[in-house]
C-alpha cells in the first residue's frame, strides 16, 4: 500500500520585511515545514530567526512573499488572521502570563472567550494540560508564586489549550537558569514524541541533536543552511556556519 507523503503545515515562500523601511530584516527567506515535523531555527542575534516565525502567525508583518498555514494563505484580513492564530500556539520568552489569574484561569481564558467552550469543558482540557506538563499541583497558585520554568510551562499548557496543529517556540528557555532549562525542553519532547509540528527557535544544541527533524541556520536575513542534525552539527557546510558552530558547542 503507497504512502501519502506528509501534508504541509507552513509554506513560506520569498519572505521580505524591512522596519523603518531602512533595515531589511528578512531577505527572500523560504521553508516548508511538513506536519508532525519538528524544525529548529538557529542563527546569531539579530539573524532574523524570531521576526521569521513570527510572521507565520502575522505577530510580525511582512512586505513581500507568502505564507500559507495549514492551507490557509495569510492575509492582512483580520478574519483570516484570527483563524490562522487559532491553528497556531505561541510560546515566548517572556511567559507573559496574567498575574492576576490562577494558572488554571490564564490557560481556560482563551478556549472560553475564542472557542466559546464552556467552562466545564475548557476546565476539564486545563486540568489534562497541567497534568500533562507536570504542574497540575499549582492549578490554584498565581504566577508570581511560582519559578520561571514552571511559569514557563503554564505557558505551554496555555497555548495547547486552543488545541493548535502547530507549535512556535520563540527562545522559550532563554530567560530560564540552567536548572530549569530541563523541565521545559523535557515538556516540549514529549510534544514532539506526540506528533506535534514545532518550529523552535533556540540555541538548545542538545534538544536540536535529539528531538529536531531539520535545523534551519539563519544569518543575514538569510537562511544559510538547512540539514538534519547529525549533517549539522557534525559536517556544516557553510562557512558561516562552521564559524557560528566554534562559538557555541
Known amino acids: 500500500m503507497s504512502q501519502t507523503a506528509p501534508e504541509n503545515a507552513i509554506i513560506a515562500q520569498d519572505v521580505e520585511k524591512w522596519y523603518d523601511n531602512n533595515f531589511h530584516v528578512l531577505r ?5 515545514v511538513t506536519q508532525g515535523e519538528v524544525v529548529v531555527v538557529m542563527g546569531p542575534s539579530g539573524s532574523g530567526k524570531s521576526t521569521f516565525i513570527r510572521t507565520f502567525n502575522a505577530l510580525e508583518p511582512y512586505q513581500k512573499g507568502s505564507i500559507t498555514i495549514d492551507g ?13 492564530r487559532r491553528e497556531v500556539g505561541m510560546v515566548f520568552q517572556q511567559f507573559n502570563l496574567f498575574p492576576h489569574l490562577t494558572v488554571l484561569n490564564n490557560v481556560t481564558l482563551a478556549p472560553i472567550w475564542v472557542r466559546h467552550w464552556k467552562k466545564e469543558k475548557a476546565e476539564a482540557k486545563a486540568i489534562q494540560l497541567l497534568e500533562k506538563v507536570g504542574i497540575l499541583e499549582q492549578a490554584e497558585k498565581y504566577p508570581g508564586q511560582l519559578s520561571g520554568g514552571q511559569q514557563q510551562r503554564v505557558a505551554i499548557a496555555r497555548a495547547l489549550a486552543m488545541e493548535p496543529k502547530i507549535m512556535l517556540f520563540d527562545e522559550p528557555t532563554s530567560a ?5 532549562i530541563k523541565e521545559v525542553l523535557d515538556t516540549m519532547r514529549s510534544l514532539a514524541d506526540g506528533g506535534m509540528t514545532m518550529v523552535c527557535v533556540t540555541h538548545e544544541v542538545g ?5 529536531a527533524d531539520r535545523v534551519v541556520f539563519m544569518d543575514g536575513g538569510k537562511i544559510v543552511e538547512i540539514a538534519t542534525p547529525e549533517d549539522f552539527f557534525n559536517a556544516p557546510q557553510e562557512e558561516r556556519s562552521q564559524k557560528f558552530l566554534s562559538q557555541i558547542l
Open 28 to 32: 527572500g527567506v523560504s521553508l516548508t
Open 72 to 84: 490557509i494563505k495569510l492575509s492582512h484580513d483580520l478574519k483570516n488572521i484570527e483563524a490562522i
Open 176 to 180: 530560564l537558569d540552567p536548572e530549569m
Open 207 to 211: 534538544f536540536a541533536r535529539e528531538v
